[in-house]
């Protein structure tokens, strides 16, 4: 109040410079607005920097097409173990959980995906993972039962002789799922999760050991 006074009363107070000297604690005008535009250049330089910043960080996090994987999660029982080590034959029934593990911030849309399960490279088995998807950042677990049978061209096979004896039957699986990746509903692209899992039935306690995926 008493400056406004004083200011009112002032001879130079009709001089709008020195009004505005006293308003600004006498700082020119010109330098005054120069600042303002300097400060308001640095504020849209730091809104574009955080702009990039979220449109890279954006870019590389969410906007990200990673591969599923797709691999043999879990084993559960055994439903049938037929192993004749002596003839040599085997015929088993494996309940087995396989997983799609999907780290895309958006679904994994897949197709039916055959996993065939090979003894040294010969056919034993295979089993039909049915079409779904995997959802937003998760792993969708699918049981489902595979028939492990000999085939007769291993009939005479010493290998397999051998290692029924030794009571470890090697396996490996393979498969190829197709499918889409879906972000923000809108972005797609198309996906191929492999899978390539070793692993070994051991036959005198009836279960699965060493199951490796890669
Ligand atoms: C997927 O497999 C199921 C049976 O397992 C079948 O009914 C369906 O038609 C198949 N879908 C495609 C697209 O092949
Ligand atoms: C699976 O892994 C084995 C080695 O463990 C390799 O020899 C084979 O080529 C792989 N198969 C595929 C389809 O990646």
Same mark, same amino acid.
């Given at each position: ?20 000297? @006293? ?62 080590? @002596? ?67 291993? @009939? ?59």
């Amino acid at each position: 109040m008493a400056d406004k006074n004083q200011q009112a009363y002032h001879p130079a107070a009709a001089n709008g410079y020195s009004r505005n000297d @006293a308003e600004t604690g006498g700082v020119d005008p010109r330098e005054l607005r120069r600042q303002k535009q300097k400060k308001w250049a640095l504020y849209i330089i730091a809104f574009v920097i955080f702009q990039t910043g979220i449109i890279v960080l954006f870019t590389f996090t969410v906007m990200k097409f990673r591969t599923p994987k797709f691999r043999v999660r879990n084993f559960k029982s055994f439903d049938t173990f037929d192993v004749q080590p @002596a003839t040599p034959s085997f015929n088993m029934r494996m309940n087995a959980q396989f997983g799609v593990k999907n780290t895309n911030f958006g679904p994994f849309k897949y197709g039916n995906t055959t996993v065939t399960f090979y003894y040294k490279g010969t056919e034993v088995g295979s089993t039909t993972v049915r079409k779904s998807k995997a959802n937003f950042r998760s792993t969708k677990k699918v049981n489902v039962p595979v028939d492990l049978v000999m085939p007769t061209t291993l @009939a005479s096979s010493a290998d397999l002789k051998s290692d029924l004896n030794s009571g470890i039957l090697p396996l490996t699986c393979q498969a190829k799922m197709n499918g889409k990746v879906e972000i923000m509903f809108i972005f797609k692209k198309k996906r191929t999760a492999n899978m390539n899992c070793t692993m070994e039935v051991d036959i005198p306690t009836k279960s699965l050991k060493n199951l490796k995926c890669k």
